[in-house]
């Protein structure tokens, strides 16, 4: 390497060290997604919803909508009966939908289909319990059923994996495996991390 090489290597270096100290923000967030890149997160669709936008704040929250929350229609509802959950999943472009109930994230699979089916709710909107709020969500164990009820039929789900993580941890997303995934805002009462539970399929009924 010449002198003027490892110059220029110093100067960016420098450059690089000083963004992060003005923007630290903006270079954790940069060094977050290539470092997603690199581990093979490139497979995660880019139609997926980036939830690293989602607000868990409550106090921002309305629930103006007449959208109807629970139903018995076998059209699309999740039902948890560890945790009291059982109401509509809400179809929806837009996080406002947070404040209705339980929401399918925008390019994630549905039921049936190869992919992750992922889903969120507020931990905390109404006096628990209520069905359409994961406040019980880490009191759920390995094994216990997730019903997934999507287009006549219903998909018997198994908990597989249960965790904490950061908010921007968009790998949670991912489309690469099939199965089931839920999430909100942890610990109780804050918005500093996301509780997460995965869940395999292992049986389809009719109904």
């Known amino acids: 390497m010449t002198q003027r090489q490892y110059s220029s290597l110093i100067i960016a270096a420098l450059i690089l060290i000083g963004a992060a100290l003005i923007f630290p923000q903006s270079f954790i967030r940069a060094y977050v997604a290539l470092r997603l890149s690199l581990a093979g997160s490139h497979n995660l669709p880019h139609t997926v919803f980036d939830i690293r936008s989602i607000s868990f704040d409550t106090a921002s929250s309305t629930a103006t909508s007449t959208y109807p929350l629970t139903t018995n229609d076998h059209q699309n509802r999740l039902i948890i009966p560890r945790m009291g959950v059982d109401a509509t999943v809400i179809e929806s472009n837009s996080q406002d939908a ?5 929401w399918h994230i ?14 969120t709710a507020h931990r905390w909107l109404t006096a628990p319990p209520s069905p359409t709020t994961f406040y019980l969500i880490d009191t759920l164990q390995p094994q216990d059923e997730i019903m997934y009820e999507y287009k006549n039929k219903r998909y018997h789900y198994r908990v597989t994996d249960r965790f904490s993580t950061t908010p921007d941890n968009v790998g949670i997303l991912s489309q ?9 805002c942890h610990p109780l009462f804050s918005t500093r991390e996301r509780y997460v539970v ?5 049986e389809v009924e009719t109904l």
Request: charged share 15%.
């Open 106 to 119: 925008p390019g994630s699979a549905h039921p049936g289909e190869a992919g992750n089916v992922v889903v």
């Open 98 to 102: 947070l404040a209705r109930g339980l």
């Open 198 to 202: 995965t869940a395999t399929l292992h």
């Open 176 to 184: 690469d495996t099939d199965k089931l995934t839920i999430f909100t």
